[in-house]
Structures are given as C-alpha cells and as structure tokens.
C-alpha cells in the first residue's frame, strides 16, 4: 500500500502488512512534535507533488524489495494541516525474520525523506516557516 492521505489509518496500516509468511512486523509511524529548532510548534502543514511522490514512494519500495524478502510494504505520508501528536508517516514491512523488517523499514523511511517531493510548513507561536523537509 502506497498513497498520500489527508488522514493516515494506524490500524488500516498495519492491517495491510499482515501475511500468513510474515513473522516479523516493523512499523514506523512520524507524527507532530510540539517543537522545533527550540521553539514551540504549534501545527505543521505538508504539501507534495503527488504525481511524482507516488512515482518515487514506488521506486524506493521496488528497491527495497529487491534487497530485503519483503512479504508485504506501507508507505503512507499525509498531506494537509495537521495539529500536535496526529501522524504524518507510516512506513512497514513484513517479512519473515525481524532483522528484514527492523532494516527495510529503516531504509523506507530514510529514503523517502530524502527524495520524496514532500514539503512542510512550520507554525510557531511567533512565525510561520516553510522548510524543505523532503526535497
């Protein structure tokens, strides 16, 4: 499961990554942090290049399974207003031993913030800031 959301479903997620083959289950979920730069975050806003975000979430899950025996993969990144605690990334694999699932969930979520079309705007109580959280 690939997509970008407006609301991201933690048991719709995980749910997608069951598989009878499966023994090892690694979900990483990144959600709105009440700081930044040592100031107080007030909510965050993503916005993206949906097109070629999906395109590229592909790529990384193609390569990602080509290197690890992934069973079944999520990635999921929201886009919109979103306010402190709410999730903004899932990313999951399942496969059969642990240490495929710990490593390829690691290398989802590392790529993806690396070259995923995905910006966020900051709100802090005194400013707003855009910053290039994905290229």
């Known amino acids: 499961m ?3 959301v407006t ?16 023994g090892g289950i690694a979900l990483f979920v990144g959600s709105v942090r009440n700081h930044a730069h040592g100031k107080g975050v007030v909510q965050l806003d993503f916005e993206g290049y949906e097109p070629m975000a ?4 592909e790529a990384i899950a193609d390569r990602a399974k080509r290197q690890w025996p992934i069973k079944k ?3 999921i990144h929201a886009l919109g207003m979103k306010n402190i ?3 903004v990334v899932v990313v999951g694999t399942a496969t059969a031993h642990r240490d495929a699932a710990f490593d390829s969930c690691r290398f989802l979520i590392d790529e993806l913030k690396k070259s995923v ?3 966020k705007k900051e709100y802090f109580q005194d400013q707003t800031v855009w910053v290039n959280a994905h290229p």
Do not use: F, R
């Open 117 to 119: 079309p995905i910006w």
């Open 85 to 87: 605690g709410e999730p």
């Open 54 to 57: 999906i395109k590229e979430m």
């Open 2 to 4: 690939i997509k970008l």
């Open 7 to 22: 609301h991201i479903d933690l048991n719709e997620a995980y749910s997608s990554l069951h598989h009878p083959e499966a």
């Open 73 to 75: 993969l999520v990635m």
